[in-house]
């Protein structure tokens, strides 16, 4: 049984008011025949949205994106660099201040001919080049820039390199952006011969930044390591902040204005896996490993928010079942961390939908909570949201988008908020040729 709501419930009434806004019909911003992948959006300062995703055509991949303002509602889809081959496209999108946004790439990732690039868009200019930091070797993966109130950018990556023995390793590279200084240069952040993959990095309102990562050691473990950005130490020595541990993956991380700070992960290995957290304090730094995965199953791509009321909410997949091939088997589950710096009692199944729910994406709402976005699949290909009221309550879930089964799915959303509550999200959907990208409006 599946049910909707156009509203928020009553458990959620207390924070939402007579919230009376409600998701618009999907509109298409980017068509096939091009394949599309890795939607992206973002608010800008001056309340326009920019919608970016990667596409590709056979084995050619580029960046394109489309921005929406109010009186003009959705430009065209403009490619923000000729099309290249030989390897995809990794990208992401930040808001700068004074409306302007930043889209940063890597061109022919894994290549040794690879390339970071970046493309700035300037209310009443357009797109121009904009600089990007100085590299040694090829790229390989790039992480989503983190931007201060100030206009300050960091930029964090990998690179592959060699060990004096002659084995492949990538590392861990991160530069800082100011306006009217440019880039610093390219620091490696990472301690180890280990290579790196996947990273979140995240700044606080002094300007303190915070990275974390998945690296591996000499036994082919992987751990979760931390490093903090501060003025003027720069990058602090790396801290493993997960422990030992056979398989560490994907870490997120968000930070409080206050620099109060708390990172997940998800760890896994022969017999399952589960969704950890480590909580950063001022005074005394990281607090110590914490599992917040549901007792069953199997627990995947987590995602963290910071509110602010001062909370924290995670969300993630879950396989409920043995059954973790199929897809009616998985849910969202979620837990919230209050401002006092206590978990809101076990991990809750959020969702309530029969079928399967996936790879939840979050953004946080002004008045306190947060908004989740998801794939759906039962009797009908869904895009579903929910929201919390910063007290790890729960609305129903309302309905974004539906197609029926058998038919185009869609998925991969990802979700934005602005300053006034009203929300956006994108996804992929298949036409059987290939993806095309869709919004929808909260307001």
């Given at each position: 049984?599946?049910?909707?709501?156009?509203?928020?419930?009553?458990?959620?009434?207390?924070?939402?008011?007579?919230?009376?806004?409600?998701?618009h019909?999907?509109?298409?911003?980017?068509?096939?025949?091009?394949?599309?992948?890795?939607?992206?959006?973002?608010?800008?300062?001056?309340?326009?949205?920019?919608?970016?995703?990667?596409?590709?055509?056979?084995?050619?991949?580029?960046?394109?994106?489309?921005?929406?303002?109010?009186?003009?509602?959705?430009?065209?889809?403009?490619?923000?660099?000729?099309?290249?081959?030989?390897?995809?496209?990794?990208?992401?999108?930040?808001?700068?201040?004074?409306?302007?946004?930043?889209?940063?790439?890597?061109?022919?990732?894994?290549?040794?001919?690879?390339?970071?690039?970046?493309?700035?868009?300037?209310?009443?200019?357009?797109?121009?080049?904009?600089?990007?930091?100085?590299?040694?070797?090829?790229?390989?993966?790039?992480?989503?820039?983190?931007?201060?109130?100030?206009?300050?950018?960091?930029?964090?990556?990998?690179?592959?390199?060699?060990?004096?023995s002659?084995?492949?390793?990538?590392?861990?590279?991160?530069?800082?952006?100011?306006?009217?200084?440019g880039?610093?240069?390219?620091?490696?952040?990472?301690?180890?011969?280990?290579?790196?993959?996947?990273?979140?990095?995240?700044?606080?309102?002094?300007?303190?930044?915070?990275?974390?990562?998945?690296?591996y050691?000499?036994?082919?473990?992987?751990?979760?390591?931390?490093?903090r950005?501060?003025e003027?130490?720069?990058?602090?020595?790396?801290e493993?902040?997960?422990?030992?541990?056979?398989?560490?993956?994907?870490?997120?991380?968000?930070?409080?204005?206050?620099?109060?700070?708390?990172?997940?992960?998800?760890?896994?290995?022969?017999?399952?896996?589960?969704?950890?957290?480590?909580?950063?304090?001022?005074?005394?730094?990281?607090?110590?490993?914490?599992?917040?995965?549901?007792?069953?199953?199997?627990?995947?791509?987590?995602?963290i928010?910071?509110?602010t009321?001062?909370?924290?909410?995670?969300?993630w997949?879950?396989?409920?079942?043995?059954?973790?091939?199929?897809?009616?088997?998985?849910?969202?589950?979620?837990?919230?961390?209050?401002?006092?710096?206590?978990?809101?009692?076990?991990?809750?199944?959020?969702?309530?939908?029969?079928?399967?729910?996936?790879?939840?994406?979050?953004?946080?709402?002004?008045?306190?909570?947060?908004?989740?976005?998801?794939?759906?699949?039962?009797?009908?290909?869904?895009?579903?949201?929910?929201?919390?009221?910063?007290?790890?309550?729960?609305?129903?879930?309302?309905?974004?988008?539906?197609?029926?089964?058998?038919?185009?799915?869609?998925?991969?959303?990802?979700?934005?908020?602005?300053?006034?509550?009203?929300?956006?999200?994108?996804?992929?959907?298949?036409?059987?040729?290939?993806?095309?990208?869709?919004?929808?409006?909260?307001?």
């Amino acid at each position: 049984m599946r049910f909707f709501l156009t509203a928020v419930s009553l458990l959620c009434l207390s924070a939402c008011g007579s919230d009376t806004r409600h998701w618009h019909a999907p509109e298409l911003i980017g068509t096939a025949p091009q394949d599309a992948s890795d939607p992206k959006i973002v608010f800008a300062s001056d309340g326009a949205v920019m919608a970016s995703w990667a596409q590709t055509v056979i084995l050619e991949s580029s960046v394109h994106a489309n921005r929406h303002a109010d009186q003009i509602g959705w430009g065209g889809a403009s490619p923000l660099v000729d099309y290249f081959g030989n390897g995809r496209a990794f990208h992401h999108i930040g808001a700068l201040p004074d409306g302007e946004v930043l889209v940063v790439f890597v061109e022919r990732a894994n290549e040794p001919d690879s390339a970071l690039g970046a493309r700035l868009f300037t209310p009443g200019a357009g797109w121009s080049v904009f600089p990007v930091p100085l590299s040694q070797g090829s790229y390989h993966e790039l992480f989503r820039p983190v931007v201060g109130d100030d206009g300050v950018l960091y930029l964090v990556w990998t690179e592959e390199s060699l060990l004096p023995s002659g084995q492949g390793t990538s590392d861990l590279l991160a530069s800082q952006y100011a306006p009217g200084q440019g880039w610093t240069m390219s620091e490696f952040v990472d301690s180890g011969d280990g290579p790196v993959f996947t990273a979140s990095v995240a700044m606080d309102r002094s300007g303190t930044a915070f990275l974390v990562w998945s690296q591996y050691d000499e036994f082919g473990d992987s751990q979760i390591q931390s490093s903090r950005w501060t003025e003027p130490g720069g990058w602090s020595v790396p801290e493993n902040i997960s422990g030992q541990t056979r398989f560490a993956h994907v870490p997120q991380i968000a930070v409080r204005e206050d620099g109060e700070a708390v990172a997940v992960w998800r760890e896994s290995d022969q017999w399952g896996s589960g969704i950890y957290s480590n909580s950063f304090r001022q005074d005394t730094g990281w607090q110590g490993k914490e599992y917040l995965g549901y007792a069953t199953g199997i627990q995947y791509s987590p995602r963290i928010a910071a509110e602010t009321g001062g909370g924290f909410t995670v969300v993630w997949s879950a396989y409920t079942d043995a059954r973790v091939s199929a897809a009616a088997a998985t849910e969202i589950y979620a837990a919230h961390r209050n401002a006092q710096g206590d978990w809101q009692g076990e991990a809750a199944m959020v969702d309530m939908l029969d079928g399967g729910s996936r790879r939840p994406a979050i953004g946080t709402h002004p008045s306190g909570g947060s908004m989740i976005v998801w794939a759906h699949a039962d009797d009908a290909f869904e895009i579903v949201a929910m929201r919390s009221d910063g007290f790890g309550n729960w609305g129903a879930p309302q309905l974004v988008h539906s197609m029926p089964f058998p038919g185009p799915s869609p998925n991969s959303p990802e979700i934005a908020l602005d300053t006034a509550g009203n929300a956006i999200a994108v996804w992929l959907q298949s036409t059987g040729s290939g993806d095309e990208v869709y919004v929808s409006r909260y307001q």
